[in-house]
């Protein structure tokens, strides 16, 4: 995931180099464009953050020299925190992350102005015109007041692959339900679903951005 969409933000906003900030390391991208990089390793918790990016990444990069995006590809519970003490330190990089970013309380509690920019991959867009998106999408507003995120929307679809694994089979077994999972295919809110020879879904990617504190529909990547 990371060189698919990476690379395609990279190619859509002329992005040249990449830092990238996990709970468990951090690694710095430089020369992007011409495939350069070179990288290196070290533990930190999610409140050491300044202290790692200051030991780890400015001495390789700079000062004065930032990145032009920031991979953070972490949980919820660190995300607010850790862009809120990168944006402390001066570091304006575009952040890019995965679908914790998709977290309907990640902007009010990080800041709007904070994330304005981000892109981050998700699985799901309530913007989507499908049938199948809008109905879930009207359905689950009707009752939790909310639009739905990735997280709501994967544990809808999961469901509803395995009731329609069971209303397939004639006689219930694990074999025969295993089977028809793995037969699957439904047009579900995200796209339409199928599973490969490895039991890993066939799913699109979709792009979003953070525009005015709300994740926006950028495009979808199919696999």
Same mark, same amino acid.
């Given at each position: ?8 933000? =990279? &190619? ?12 468990? +390391? !951090?690694? %710095?991208?430089?020369? *992007? ?10 533990s ?62 990640l902007?009010?509690? =990080? &800041?709007?102005?904070m ?9 799901? +867009? !309530?913007? %989507?015109?499908?049938? *199948? ?80 504190g709300?994740g926006?529909?950028v ?5």
């Amino acid at each position: 995931m990371l060189g698919t969409n990476s690379g395609f933000l =990279a &190619g859509r906003q002329q992005l040249f180099s990449v830092a990238v900030i996990t709970k468990l +390391s !951090a690694h %710095s991208y430089l020369g *992007a464009q011409s495939g350069g990089l070179y990288s290196l390793v070290g533990s930190f918790p999610s409140w050491s953050f300044p202290k790692a990016f200051a030991e780890d990444c400015l001495p390789l990069v700079g000062k004065d020299k930032q990145p032009d995006v920031l991979w953070m590809p972490n949980q919820i519970g660190e995300l607010p925190l850790q862009i809120q003490q990168a944006r402390a330190m001066g570091i304006t990089s575009t952040f890019l992350g995965g679908d914790s970013w998709d977290v309907t309380t990640l902007a009010e509690t =990080a &800041g709007a102005d904070m994330v304005e920019g981000a892109c981050y991959v998700s699985c799901f +867009s !309530a913007e %989507s015109d499908s049938e *199948a998106a809008k109905a879930w999408v009207e359905a689950f507003e009707e009752i939790n007041g909310y639009t739905p995120g990735s997280h709501a929307t994967l544990a809808y679809e999961a469901l509803k692959i395995v009731i329609n694994g069971l209303e397939s089979i004639e006689t219930f077994s694990r074999e025969a339900l295993r089977d028809a999972i793995a037969a699957t295919n439904l047009e579900l809110p995200s796209g339409t679903v199928t599973f490969d020879e490895n039991r890993n879904p066939n799913k699109a990617a979709v792009i979003m951005q953070y525009q005015d504190g709300v994740g926006r529909y950028v495009t979808t990547i199919q696999p």
